[in-house]
């Protein structure tokens, strides 16, 4: 359940769960008669995610177009709120989504520290991708960023994923690969980013690549010594 007004062309806030108590506990009650479980958007603010709970909600999905905003500019104070409230929503049995604005760059970093995290909505995102990568390179493409996020529906320890959290300094780039039968072409991933280039290009690509890591290693057993 999402609060989208008339006036917004997407999600920009989630539900005051307070304010909005008695509507939402009668439109909840009246979804969950059909036997369907029920999510509410909501922003990482333990007051509503509590009023989520008594109001009948099974899950929560938190609103992640601030942590977009912000992952740029510091990843780790974006992600943050997030962390605290998935903690708070666990505690009070709430089961924990989260979407908006989430995409080949963000989405990794955000599996990997989300505590407790059960699915992700991505929707605009990965449509725009499919543009230039096709539907079903995209689709893998993340299921590649959440596999490297390594952490969805594994609800570690808490003081488990609190140290892996603060031993983490970086994320490694990883190149990924993806060939499309039809028009004979290759998208060239790295660190989400993607190039689409036919097969001679990319050949070209991989010799210079392949020049770059030898660089790479040759710089690096030099510092070594």
């Known amino acids: 359940m999402v609060p989208d007004a008339e006036d917004v062309l997407t999600s920009n806030a ?11 506990t009668d439109l909840v009650a009246q979804i969950k008669e059909s036997g369907s479980r029920v999510s509410i958007f909501v922003e990482p603010n333990n007051e509503i995610i509590e009023n989520a709970k008594k109001i ?26 997030y962390i605290q409230a998935a903690l708070f929503a666990n505690s009070c049995g709430l089961k924990i989504n989260a979407g908006h604005d989430l995409n080949l760059l963000n ?35 993340y299921l590649k960023e959440i596999n490297k996020g390594n952490n969805m529906g594994k609800h570690k320890d808490v003081n488990t994923r609190e140290n892996e959290r603060l031993n983490n300094v970086a994320i ?16 060239i991933s790295i660190d989400g980013r993607g190039l689409l280039l036919d097969k001679e290009e990319a050949a070209k690509v991989f010799v210079d690549l392949g020049h770059i890591l030898q660089d790479i290693e040759r710089n690096t057993n030099d510092t070594s010594k």
């Open 14 to 24: 989630g539900w005051d769960t307070i304010k909005h108590k008695s509507f939402l």
């Open 172 to 187: 490694e780039e990883q190149i990924q690969v993806s060939f499309n039968p039809n028009d004979q072409t290759i998208v």
């Open 56 to 81: 009948g909600a099974d899950r929560i999905e938190f609103y992640t177009g601030p942590y977009a905003d912000d992952f740029l500019l510091n990843k780790q104070s974006a992600i943050e709120p």
């Open 107 to 141: 989405l990794s970093w955000f599996v990997k520290n989300m505590p407790f995290l059960d699915e992700v909505s991505i929707g605009h995102a990965l449509m725009s991708d499919a543009l230039y990568y096709g539907i079903e390179n995209s689709i893998q493409m």
